[in-house]
Nanobody
Framework: QVQLVESGGGLVQAGGSLRLSCTGS????????MGWYRQAPGKQREWVAA???????NYGDSVKGRFTITRDYAKNTVYLQMNSLKPEDTAVYYC????????WGQGTQVTVSS
């Protein structure tokens, strides 16, 4: 059973920044890709960003130019740097690992106040 643990969420004012971290119980190198999703109250889970094992990176249109996904194999961790945060970025953010199936973390709350 793969475990993914997110951290770094919190309350921030609009225009501020946060960095989320996701650490895996097994090497993230073993996965085809790592990604971030988010889910706001009353809305469907939305894909945010992903980085593949070959270092291809993609972002959702709503975060492009503001968010950056990176990884550190030595720390077995994937990061999501979030800048210029907006109230509409408020959501629970989930880390995902694409392997034999999609593995999920427990989520971390991000709240952006106006």
């Amino acid at each position: 059973q793969v475990q993914l643990v997110e951290s770094g969420g919190g309350l921030v004012q609009a225009g501020g920044s946060l960095r989320l971290s996701c650490t895996g119980s097994r090497s993230i190198f073993s996965f085809d890709a790592m990604g971030w999703y988010r889910q706001a109250p009353g809305k469907q889970r939305e894909w945010v960003a992903a980085i593949t094992s070959s270092s291809t990176i993609n972002y959702g249109d709503s975060v492009k130019g503001r968010f950056t996904i990176t990884r550190d194999y030595a720390k077995n961790t994937v990061y999501l740097q979030m800048n210029s945060l907006k109230p509409e970025d408020t959501a629970v953010y989930y880390c995902a690992a694409y392997g034999e199936r999609l593995h999920w973390g427990q989520g971390t709350q991000v709240t952006v106040s106006s």
